[in-house]
């Protein structure tokens, strides 16, 4: 018998944890669909060492979530037994891989909001988020700077790459505003010290995006309408073909281990 | 009362003299003492209890790591030891040993430098080569065969080579 969903008892502290796990779960999955198929050897590792940082920082985040919930669940309970109405990741991180510039500028947005994110993060109140924090922005950081180099090079390359990272931009940019929401509890945990206010980091990740993409000879979107969801369970169709891959042998056979 | 206590600090030594003893699995010379990752040991009566710290937070080789520890523990006459993962002070290039260095050096592999600035989106880094020493050296790849590497190539020699990020 597939194993059934758990339930979590999404308490402000819990459902804050649970939502940036489930950011860099599911994007760090996104980009391990492509080890073995990425266009060279170097980004084959690059984009899979890159995948595996997110899915470390997904696994603490899981582990302190289960543990402010305190009902018995796991990291692994949590990842594998949480149908896609009960994942909170942002939308822009579930889209899929398209072509390389699709995968790379759905990258750019994400690292250049969360090397902002967990550099704030480290003075969280919250001992163990800050730790994460810490250890995160590390990465993130190296993350950007793989990124924003590929949006430079794609952007300034052939008139091909340029029209692909282009139409990258442009589809993914209405996915971007979510980042930058907080609800009712976030707001309660932000005045509490908890966690950072994601709108105050909006200004400085604009002039990370307007200084990159504009040496890549690109333009950012004009736009501001803004698609929205992800944090309260509402997906794209996307999340759940993901999802039914990532959770594929834990539901077929229930507890099993390597 | 005072052969109590220089009876723990010995066992403590022990101790901490098996866990430093463990190597990592992608770069075997190099001991967890040698790589800072080995952050404390503390004994509480007979048991004890070793405190890592992750260098990459998905670094595979910390639970193989994580298990050397516990096997070398129990060799040293230790029941059930315990490892433990803290993360913060968050793990850097910095607690890298001298003699770590030296090491990875010899090894092949070129040691973090010190003076380059990871913060910087884009900076021009000076690497030398581990095999002939020369500063001409390329980046080939930010991201090498394991989450602590990057790929390089000396234009001198012409060997790629590994070098060990700062982080």
């Not at chain 1, 018998?1 to 459902?15: G, K, R």
């Not at chain 1, 669940?73 to 909170?88: G, H, M, T």
């Not at chain 2, 230790?78 to 490892?83: C, G, L, N, S, T």
């Not at chain 2, 080939?140 to 982080?167: I, M, N, Q, V």
Request: proline share 4%; aromatic share 8%.
């Amino acid at each position: 018998m597939p194993a059934a969903n758990i339930q979590v008892s999404e308490t402000p502290l819990v459902l804050y944890a649970l939502r940036r796990a489930d950011d860099a779960l599911v994007l760090g999955h996104r980009l391990s669909e492509w080890c073995g198929h990425a266009p060279m050897m170097e980004e084959d590792m690059a984009l899979s060492n890159i995948a595996l940082d997110l899915i470390g920082q997904a696994r603490e985040l899981y582990t302190y979530a289960a543990k402010a919930e305190g009902k018995g669940n796991d990291e692994d309970k949590l990842a594998y037994l949480r149908d896609v109405r009960q994942y909170r990741n942002l939308l822009l991180v579930e889209q899929p891989n398209g072509d390389f510039a699709q995968t790379l500028v759905r990258q750019f947005f994400y690292s250049a909001f969360a090397d902002l994110y967990w550099r704030a993060m480290m003075t969280s109140r919250d001992a163990t988020l800050a730790a994460i924090a810490a250890k995160s922005e590390k990465e993130s950081a190296y993350h950007l700077r793989h990124a924003s180099e590929w949006i430079i090079r794609l952007g300034d390359g052939t008139d091909e790459s340029r029209q692909r990272a282009q139409a990258a931009i442009d589809h993914l940019w209405a996915f971007t505003g979510e980042m930058f929401a907080a609800d009712e509890g976030e707001r309660a945990l932000i005045h509490a010290g908890i966690a950072v206010d994601p709108g105050t980091l909006r200004g400085r990740w604009m002039t990370t995006l307007s200084e990159v993409v504009g040496e890549a000879t690109l333009h950012l979107p004009q736009g501001d309408w803004m698609q929205q969801g992800g944090r309260s369970g509402r997906h794209s169709e996307h999340l759940g073909h993901l999802l039914s891959e990532l959770q594929s042998m834990q539901r077929t056979f229930p507890g099993q281990t390597w | 009362m005072v052969t109590v206590l220089e009876h723990d600090s010995e066992l403590r030594q022990r101790a901490w003299d098996a866990a430093a003893g463990v190597v990592d699995p992608e770069i075997p010379v190099l001991t967890i003492a040698d790589l800072g990752v080995l952050r404390d040991v503390v004994l509480d009566g007979d048991h004890v209890e070793v405190a890592i710290t992750p260098t990459y937070s998905g670094c595979p080789a910390m639970n193989m790591i994580a298990v050397e520890i516990e096997v070398a523990l129990e060799r040293a006459g230790f029941r059930e030891p315990k490892v433990r993962t803290v993360l913060s002070p968050a793990w850097t290039t910095d607690w890298m040993s001298d003699e770590g260095r030296r090491k990875l050096h010899a090894y092949g592999i070129a040691p973090p430098q010190a003076s380059s600035s990871r913060r910087a989106l884009f900076g021009e880094q000076a690497v030398t080569c581990p095999q002939c020493n020369s500063r001409e050296t390329e980046l080939l790849s930010e991201f090498g065969s394991t989450s602590c590497k990057a790929l390089w190539r000396c234009k001198s020699c012409r060997e790629p080579f590994d070098y060990f990020k700062c982080h």
